[in-house]
Each structure stands twice: as structure tokens, then as C-alpha cells.
């Protein structure tokens, strides 16, 4: 069965560093999201992307955030200047409009900030 | 906005039983799609179950069964002989359908369901 990969699956970082996460989304889909989800929360929306620009973004998408689909398979999210805060476990998805738009998830990539 | 509660943050269920965690939402929209995720320990999130709103039959997938109640705007999962395997957090989810766009998931804040063998 077709799935969303993530990379890495870890990742430490020192405070003030540029991350980025890498996904490659199902590969017929057409609408890609990144959400978070800190230690013991809800999963909190970031932002979605179609037709390569930014569908929807929520406050916490601020201008330290950046999406990117680079190529025709990989979706990136970069976190420009890493807080402690953005310590969280970051789930990238997909989805079809033929499916519903059931979102499908990536196994997630866990940012420590240190 | 839109908004999703879970009333139930732990719940526990005997092995073979039959357990049943409550979802309800707050929407103006006419058209939109409810779901069920699992996340277990390892933290993947994992799609249980879906619903379309235009849908009056509950959706079902072999042990796992909704009772979605437009009007209410309620929508319960239910999991029938329950497995080891099934512990783990349920989430709620909802979207609303609009085409050419992608649109969010809002979740509610889940529940943790606990198997006792």
C-alpha cells in the first residue's frame, strides 16, 4: 500500500539552527500538510500546499516556517532559526480529492531542540 | 471555526469487550468528513474510519463501527472485541469538503484507550 516517508526520523538540532524535514507524499496525491504535535497535545495544523503554493497556514506558521516542493515527489518543511519550542513531532500527509481527501499520514519526524 | 471535543481522555476496556469513545464537533458547514485515527506508542497516526456527512449509514470497518448523528453533530467510535493491539490514543478528526483547496484536519484532543488483558 502507497505511503507518506518522512526523513529523518530524529533529529537533534542546537537552538538558532535551520532544519528542514523531507517528505515524499503518496505519489498520486495532490494536496500535501504538515502538522505538529508536542509531547502530550493534539496535533496542531501548519499548513497545506496545492498547486505549489500554500493553501491554508495557522498562526503557528509564522515567517520562521517555509514549505517547499522542490521536485515532483519531495514536500519540505524548513524551520528557519529553531526555538525550544518547536520541540514537537512533525507529521507530514497527503491526500486526493478522488479519496474523500482522507489525509494520509507519514510515520512523523521528531525535532529536539536543544 | 470549527471544533472538535473529546470528553474522554481515558478510557479502559476489558479484552473481547466492547468499548465506545465519544467525538463531538461544532460546524456550519453542510459537507464535510469525520474520521478516526489511532496513534499508538510508536506515534504514528494511523486512519481507523471515515465518514461523509452526506452519508446517512454509518460507516464500518470490520471491528470498527461509528454512530454518526448529523443533527447532534455527535460521532462515536465503537470497537468491538477488543484487542491488545488496539490500545492507544484516538483522535477525532474533521474536515470540510471544498474543492481545489486542501483543507485542514482539527482534531480533538483524543483519547487514551487502555486494554486490559
Known amino acids: 500500500e502507497p505511503e507518506v516517508t518522512q526523513t529523518p526520523s530524529h533529529q537533534v538540532t542546537q537552538m538558532g539552527q535551520e532544519v528542514i524535514l523531507r517528505c515524499v507524499p503518496i505519489?498520486?496525491?495532490?494536496?500535501f500538510y504538515w502538522y505538529r504535535q508536542i509531547l502530550g497535545q493534539k496535533v496542531e495544523f501548519l499548513v497545506s500546499f496545492y498547486n505549489n503554493e500554500i493553501s491554508e497556514k495557522s498562526e503557528i506558521f509564522d515567517d520562521q516556517f517555509s514549505v517547499e516542493r522542490p521536485d515532483g515527489s519531495n514536500f519540505t518543511l524548513k524551520i528557519r532559526s529553531t526555538k525550544l519550542e518547536d520541540s514537537a513531532m512533525y507529521f507530514c500527509?497527503?491526500?486526493?480529492?478522488?479519496?474523500?481527501?482522507?489525509?494520509?499520514f507519514g510515520e512523523g519526524s521528531w525535532l529536539t531542540v536543544v | 471555526a470549527q471544533t472538535v471535543t473529546q470528553s474522554q481522555p481515558e478510557m479502559s476496556v476489558q479484552e473481547a469487550e466492547t468499548v465506545t469513545l465519544s467525538c463531538t464537533y461544532d460546524t456550519s458547514e453542510s459537507d464535510y468528513y469525520l474520521f478516526w485515527y489511532k496513534q499508538p506508542p510508536s506515534r504514528q497516526m494511523i486512519l481507523v474510519i471515515r465518514?461523509?456527512?452526506?452519508?446517512?449509514q454509518n460507516a464500518t470497518e470490520n471491528r470498527f463501527s461509528v454512530n454518526f448523528q448529523k443533527a447532534a453533530k455527535s460521532f462515536s467510535l465503537k470497537i468491538s472485541d477488543s484487542q491488545l493491539g488496539d490500545a492507544a490514543m484516538y483522535f477525532c478528526a474533521y474536515t470540510y469538503i471544498s474543492s481545489g483547496s486542501a483543507r485542514q484536519l482539527t482534531f480533538g484532543s483524543g483519547t487514551q484507550l487502555t486494554v486490559l488483558p
Open positions: 500527509a497527503s491526500s486526493h480529492p478522488g479519496t474523500g481527501n482522507t489525509i494520509y
Open positions: 465518514q461523509e456527512a452526506y452519508k446517512q
Open positions: 505519489s498520486n496525491h495532490l494536496y
